[in-house]
């Protein structure tokens, strides 16, 4: 094999460095603090205990907490704000952190159709319920089980016994279409001649029927499929018709569950959970989003330019091309990014800061027309109110596009480990409340304009870090993602986890938009995902994925196993066709051309064994990319098994805008769909070479992407050098 790339990169090692120090038996004993689920007082030491948020408080740069074995029942998400500090489990123990709240005292409510209910506070709010570690089914009607059709306003169905169900406006309605998994909660259900009607909720309709979100490149493609459709209506008592199902009445305080066969619901775990994040550690700033262009003060002749479709920040800039005509901008921070255009009329302009000139030389020329480039930046001034003025200084085009605000001083949580710990019983409520509007891979959009991406929440998230390990854990039971790192973390390695039965993700690294930043410090850089075991994520939102990557620099996605996932096992870029020159855009049929440029690169998928995905949703793929790719430092896929995907496009899968990724010594099998597969001109200069597939079917419509060498067998008969990569695929322990 060629070029194979299946060593640790640095982030691991020190993963490994990390897990290997130590034991409570040898640790300084001011360093070392002990946490128990029965723990008191404040002492926190090994053979007397505190309580876990006292150890938290007394947590300091250079401690480790260790926790005794047993559940820790969360009622608040612990905030480790603190740098240099480590959270372990206790050696040959295991500590397992709830946002779960037990569920007693259950009496059989209906005989005919074995429903039990129990009582819970008034206004409880969670969408999981998980009995004797089992995830129970939240009660729906089976797959299409009417005939609906689209209304202006939801859907009718001839079946009448839609509008006798109570609590109308806490049902929802789901489709399941291509890509997308999209849900709505009802507004109202009546009566429509022999059948019902149902109302969704005007906003939701909205965003997902009516005008369906579509920011075009970098944010999204082409914004469809919409909600069209019902393959199933969820959350209802009259819907509790077999075991294993449960419904929540929040308003009367009661929970009814159809117990599994053999289940005895006084000895049986009911766990409720109602935690959204088990533990976040935040750096600051936090995450950063641009500013429209209409907040900048304007003095002299400008041309304010809205509805443009040529891919400014929201589809509007200010322009001049007269001598001291300027701009300025008042903002609470420690730095500001100025977006612009850079093009061949672009020109020269000053700066000023406070007042102060910046004596460096800034222009917008440029050969090409690229769209929301960093014109100008100041980072690092003292935290407080500040004014930046931009002149022009000829009669050139200066352009702006937006700003972006850095609120506080870059300074990451950073030397953060947690290892050994259990992460369990959490929720996310949003979908009940707004709906879940899809874009893709588990991003969703925001309901208020103009419309920003959102993820759902981790057990465990870190916001702003630097060198964070997060080794040897288990998430499973969980009602969002199992681990997250996001706003720009750095440095930092997630290895030997066991992530099972997530409603949403199972790893989720990166943002979708700061693909314009230009400045190191605030990037997500040098990540690496290896050896873990993820499986049967995505239990409730189907677009989820195993590992998503948004934008980043180096990140390492290696020796992970991925199985039984809805949709694509690794999902790696954003953008879309962003980053492809205009004439490939053009090829593509896209009437104008929005572009710019993107930092992710150096990007490597090595080693991965990743079977039975795409079992529910299409168009994607075992290994997907999307967006471009650095040239100066070409990403890789290499070494990886994929294998057995029933809904696959294609089992290789680089997708719109895909670029400069070095492809090959994989081997593929899967007979239906593709097993290599480009649709599109604005997917270009990918090498493709040396894999080994049972299946010879490929599209290839990128520009300069070229296939060689495949090796094609049947019956299974793999040559050894196949042989090897598959005995080499997932995790090494």
Request: with cysteine; glycine share 10%.
């Amino acid at each position: 094999m060629r070029h194979l790339r299946l060593a640790l990169g640095t982030a691991a090692a020190a993963v490994l460095a990390a897990a290997s120090l130590a034991a409570p038996a040898t640790a300084a004993a001011d360093n070392a603090i002990y946490a128990a689920p029965d723990g008191f007082g404040r002492s926190c030491v090994r053979f007397l205990p505190c309580t876990l948020p006292t150890a938290v408080d007394r947590l300091h740069s250079g401690s480790v907490l260790y926790l005794r074995g047993g559940t820790y029942r969360l009622t608040d998400t612990i905030e480790l704000n603190r740098s240099g500090v480590s959270i372990r489990a206790y050696p040959g123990e295991q500590p397992v952190l709830t946002g779960a709240k037990r569920v007693t005292g259950f009496t059989l409510s209906d005989p005919a159709k074995n429903i039990y209910v129990a009582r819970v506070p008034r206004g409880t709010d969670t969408r999981q319920l998980f009995v004797d570690g089992v995830r129970a089914e939240r009660a729906r009607t089976e797959l299409n089980s009417a005939t609906f059709t689209a209304t202006a306003t939801g859907f009718t169905t001839p079946d009448p016994s839609f509008a006798e169900v109570t609590n109308q406006s806490d049902v929802e309605v789901v489709q399941e279409n291509k890509w997308k998994h999209m849900r709505c909660p009802l507004a109202s259900i009546t009566a429509a001649g022999a059948g019902s009607n149902l109302v969704v909720r005007p906003d939701c309709w909205q965003d997902n029927n009516v005008a369906v979100i579509n920011r075009q490149f970098p944010f999204n493609g082409n914004g469809l499929p919409k909600l069209d459709g019902v393959s199933w209506v969820e959350n209802a008592y009259q819907f509790l018709t077999k075991p294993g199902q449960w419904y929540l009445d929040k308003n009367a305080g009661k929970l009814y569950y159809i117990p599994l066969p053999g289940q005895n619901l006084g000895q049986a775990d009911v766990e409720l959970p109602l935690l959204e994040t088990l533990i976040s550690a935040s750096g600051t700033p936090g995450h950063i989003e641009p500013v429209d262009d209409s907040v900048g003060t304007y003095a002299g002749a400008w041309t304010n330019s809205t509805g443009r479709q040529l891919g400014d920040f929201q589809d509007g800039v200010h322009a001049t091309q007269t001598a001291g005509a300027s701009v300025s901008y008042t903002f609470t921070g420690t730095g500001l990014d100025v977006l612009g255009e850079t093009n061949t009329d672009g020109g020269a302009f000053t700066a000023a800061v406070d007042g102060k000139p910046d004596a460096a030389p800034h222009s917008e020329h440029g050969d090409v027309r690229l769209a929301q480039q960093v014109v100008y930046s100041v980072q690092n001034l003292r935290p407080g109110r500040h004014t930046v003025t931009l002149t022009n200084t000829g009669s050139a085009s200066l352009l702006v596009d937006a700003f972006a605000v850095t609120p506080e001083a870059v300074r990451p949580v950073h030397d953060v480990s947690i290892s050994g710990l259990t992460f369990t019983g959490t929720t996310w409520t949003l979908p009940t409340h707004v709906g879940y509007i899809d874009n893709q891979a588990g991003v969703q959009w925001a309901v208020n304009a103009p419309h920003a991406p959102l993820r759902p929440p981790a057990a465990l998230e870190i916001h702003r870090g630097k060198n964070i390990t997060v080794t040897g854990n288990t998430f499973t039971h969980l009602g969002d993602v199992g681990v997250a790192l996001t706003d720009g973390t750095q440095n930092s390695a997630i290895a030997r986890n066991v992530i099972t039965d997530t409603s949403a993700g199972g790893v989720a690294v990166g943002e979708v938009d700061d693909y314009y930043l230009a400045d190191p410090s605030r990037m997500t850089l040098n990540t690496t995902i290896a050896d873990n075991t993820i499986t049967s994520v995505g239990q409730d939102y189907h677009d989820a994925v195993g590992i998503w990557v948004g934008h980043g620099r180096h990140t390492v996605i290696e020796h992970n196993e991925i199985a039984h996932t809805p949709y694509s096992g690794i999902s790696l870029g954003w953008g879309w066709g962003w980053a492809s020159p205009c004439e490939l855009q053009a090829k593509q049929g896209l009437a104008v051309c929005r572009r710019g440029t993107i930092y992710s690169g150096d990007n490597h998928i090595l080693g991965n064994n990743i079977h039975d995905v795409m079992r529910t949703l299409l168009d994607g793929g075992p290994i997907y990319t999307l967006g471009g790719q650095d040239p100066r430092a070409e990403s890789t896929v290499v070494g990886n098994w994929v294998h057995d995907a029933p809904n696959n496009n294609n089992m290789l899968y680089h997708d719109e805008g895909s670029s400069y990724w070095d492809t090959h010594d994989n081997v593929v099998s899967n007979k239906t769909g593709r097993w290599v597969g480009m649709w599109t001109p604005t997917i270009h200069d990918i090498t493709i070479h040396d894999n080994f597939t049972d299946n010879t079917v490929v599209k290839n419509l990128g520009t300069n992407v070229v296939i060689t060498n495949t090796t094609v067998v049947s019956d299974g008969n793999w040559p050894a050098a196949a042989k090897a990569i598959m005995a080499a695929a997932g995790p090494r322990h």
